[in-house]
């Protein structure tokens, strides 16, 4: 989501999240480049509040000098679809506020509100946008550290379109692809075709449960995670039967080695690990070569890529 302005600054973007014990970096230069370089993907220990932390990398990272974007939280926003209203584009946003007005369970007048078109299905139906909604005092405090520590945020963004950004590099033309992959807030299932995102789902499974999980119990949130598959791959052959889906990339999920092999088996569909090294560079940074590293690294990296996809945000 563009919530604030631009200006020229080093090349590509930097993505800071902000954890309870780290702050994770990711620097990625992306545009008009086959392949994107990832310059810096880190984690730095907290020392002291956000304000603090985030002042002592400003000097030791030269924040100031890069374009900074941030990605919200899981559960602290929401992703609705609707009818994208018949207005000019420049006055889209203010009418799809009113278009969610009774699907949030807060007045609209709190919200920050943005959106962006699903593209068409080519069916004789009306096109359909997601809506991005968040509360305003959950925006003003993903930027108040920020702005107390002088780092000039520009764009605040969310997992689903930085998972959007990297699942591009693995598509084909003309078709769709799944990516799955599972961090510290859950699993998350993208569909996207041509660089843009057509539907998305939230699994109810943490990197740590599948790592933590006895033999037994792991199977079993396979089994859930199949399902919630299957219901998902039904779901967007109904909607986009015009754009077959290839393949499954499944992110590395460390302790749970074996899901790609019950995934295949449970899936009428081919399943691949994703393996950054195969459509990005780091010469830099080898601590990316694990599996552990690129799982909960994957959507920081996603963020920094905006300029790969278009604007990679809303």
């Not at 984690?43 to 374009?67: I, V």
């Not at 009306?126 to 809506?131: C, E, K, N």
């Not at 598509?171 to 996207?192: I, N, P, Q, V």
Request: charged share 25%; hydrophobic share 45%; net charge negative.
């Amino acid at each position: 989501m563009n919530l604030f302005g631009t200006g020229r600054r080093r090349p590509g973007w930097l993505c800071i999240n902000l954890h309870p014990t780290r702050v994770d970096v990711s620097h990625v230069l992306a545009r008009g480049r086959a392949r994107p370089e990832v310059l810096l993907c880190d984690s730095y220990r907290k020392e002291g509040d956000d304000r603090a932390t985030l002042t002592r990398l400003r000097r030791e990272l030269q924040l100031h000098r890069y374009r900074c974007t941030t990605l919200l939280r899981a559960g602290s926003y929401q992703v609705l679809q609707v009818e994208a209203p018949n207005v000019p584009a420049a006055e889209a946003r203010d009418a799809v506020r009113w278009r969610i007005k009774d699907m949030v369970d807060y007045p609209v007048e709190a919200a920050m509100v943005d959106a962006f078109l699903i593209p068409a299905d080519g069916a004789a139906r009306a096109p359909q946008m997601f809506a991005v909604a968040a509360k305003n005092e959950t925006i003003a405090a993903a930027v108040a550290a920020f702005n107390d520590a002088d780092v000039p945020l520009e764009v605040i963004d969310i997992p689903e379109l930085a998972q959007r950004n990297v699942a591009r590099l693995y598509e084909a033309e003309g078709r769709a692809l799944a990516l799955l992959a599972f961090d510290d807030t859950g699993g998350l299932l993208t569909f996207t075709s041509g660089g843009e995102l057509y539907q998305h789902r939230r699994i109810d499974a943490t990197i740590g449960s599948l790592e933590n999980a006895s033999s037994e119990q792991r199977h079993a949130l396979y089994d859930r995670v199949v399902l919630e598959l299957q219901r998902s791959l039904d779901n967007f052959d109904r909607q986009f039967s015009q754009i077959p889906v290839a393949k499954l990339v499944l992110a590395p999920v460390p302790g749970a080695e074996d899901m790609k092999d019950h995934l295949a088996t449970n899936l009428d569909l081919p399943v691949l690990w994703m393996e950054l090294s195969e459509v990005m560079d780091f010469p830099h940074i080898p601590e990316l070569r694990e599996p552990a590293r690129q799982a909960r690294c994957l959507r920081m990296i996603g963020a920094a890529m905006r300029d790969e996809a278009g604007q990679g945000g809303a």
